[in-house]
């Protein structure tokens, strides 16, 4: 039982060391944060401020090894006063930032705020300067905790949009995009005109965390700001595809329409195909047609076939035939050209009807039922166009495909009825 109650005791009395240790470390936190700065009124005497005009002047003209070496000496006669040690820490930074030195000139930036003795603006501005470098370097853990420092540590009033945008910034490289989305969220709210910039890396956010609603939202405020921008709106709309809002998928991307700013072949098929999906073939050919017309769209016969289908579900015949017939002229085998031998019957036109079927039937390519069906349509066609020994040919080749071979049959019932009429 003993044993039992010392080890109780001792769990207990670890567990209070380990919470007096986070305790600490908390308060230790606090206190630094709410910790104020108290530095005294500094002044460069003549001498030195001449000196170091000198110095930024070299810097100025890029005599950057000159400037070095003169700040060196500078800091070597400098003694222990700590204000005169920030400036010429601050100094020696700059010129090491100058010449891209920057893990030099980080070293020297955070000795300056290590002294600290250098007045609020210039103490805070190199603490924030420091995070920016160490976010330059990639080295994103330590920027976020130089920042959060500065953040605690900086007068509110201070603290600026483009402070939260470099937070959001460090919180994307780390894929942490909920943190980053807060940032930049405060960033945008606080500035009356802010970048595109910053919308971009809001809309990168909420596609990572795969927020496709919040996303469009975003993406209806960047339109609102930059309406000229295509890209905006092509990610709007494919947006609310793939949220099945197919009908506003369609308005947005037809208003870009509209705007003049589908200028690519992806564009204008994306559109096109909307339309279809959305059972408006008239308006998908209509796009279609005229960006293959002004030479946005390739004339392949996959566009051409595809403008053919969409005026025939439309309704439209002869648009329909006239995109099947240039369809046809550069494709390599008869299937376009059967099916415009089908409107082309369809529309008793019989001598164009008959052409389009010597074509398919000329060129060949097709399956075993599309052949037997072009030589039973041809069949009608010659009958039509009294041309009744072609007929009968043609039917008779039909009557070889299973498919078509009834029908052949009973035209060829048709044309002996015909023939005996003529007779008598």
């Not at 530095?39 to 930024?56: P, R, S």
């Not at 994103?140 to 007068?155: G, I, M, N, T, V």
């Not at 930059?226 to 998928?249: C, G, H, M, R, V």
Request: aromatic share 12%; net charge negative; charged share 25%.
């Amino acid at each position: 039982m003993g044993g039992i109650f010392r080890h109780v005791i001792t769990v207990a009395a670890l567990s209070i060391a380990l919470l007096a240790l986070i305790t600490g470390t908390v308060f230790a936190q606090v206190s630094e944060c709410s910790k104020k700065r108290h530095v005294g009124t500094h002044a460069l005497d003549e001498f030195t401020w001449k000196q170091l005009n000198n110095v930024y002047e070299d810097v100025g003209e890029k005599h950057y090894d000159e400037a070095y070496d003169q700040l060196q000496k500078m800091l070597a006669r400098a003694g222990k006063g700590s204000y005169l040690r920030s400036v010429l820490n601050q100094a020696l930074a700059q010129v090491e930032w100058s010449r891209e030195n920057y893990n030099a000139a980080l070293k020297y930036f955070e000795k300056a705020v290590e002294l600290d003795a250098l007045p609020d603006p210039a103490h805070f501005a190199l603490m924030y300067q420091i995070a920016q470098l160490y976010f330059m370097q990639e080295r994103y853990r330590e920027a976020l905790d130089k920042l959060e420092l500065w953040f605690c540590k900086s007068p509110g009033d201070k603290i600026t949009s483009s402070a939260w945008v470099l937070k959001a910034s460090i919180y994307a490289q780390q894929e942490n995009y909920a943190e980053t989305l807060k940032a930049i969220d405060l960033a945008i709210s606080m500035d009356d005109d802010p970048r595109e910039q910053w919308y971009q890396l809001k809309l990168a956010s909420h596609y990572e965390l795969e927020q496709y609603p919040q996303a469009a939202q975003t993406l209806e405020l960047i339109i609102a700001r930059w309406p000229e921008e295509k890209t905006y709106w092509i990610q709007l709309s494919q947006i609310y595809f793939n949220l099945k809002q197919d009908e506003k998928a369609l308005a947005v991307i037809a208003l870009a329409y509209r705007k003049a700013l589908l200028d690519t072949q992806g564009d204008i098929t994306y559109l096109s195909n909307l339309y279809s999906n959305s059972d408006l073939p008239f308006r998908a050919a209509q796009v279609l047609e005229k960006g293959i017309k002004d030479g946005v769209v390739e004339p392949t016969r996959v566009h051409w076939t595809a403008v053919a289908d969409s005026w025939y579900a439309a309704e439209e015949l002869e648009n329909s035939v006239l995109a099947y017939e240039i369809a046809g002229e550069v494709s390599d085998d008869g299937k376009i050209d059967l099916r415009r031998g089908y409107i082309l019957v369809d529309l008793e036109r019989w001598p164009d009807a008959l052409k389009a079927l010597r074509d398919a039937l000329g060129k060949g390519g097709l399956t075993e039922r599309e052949t037997g069906e072009a030589y039973l349509l041809r069949g009608m066609t010659q009958f039509n166009l009294g041309n009744f020994d072609n007929a009968s040919a043609d039917w008779v080749k039909a009557g070889r495909y299973d498919r078509t071979r009834d029908s052949a049959r009973q035209w060829m019932n048709h044309l002996r009825e015909e023939r005996q009429r003529k007779v008598l």
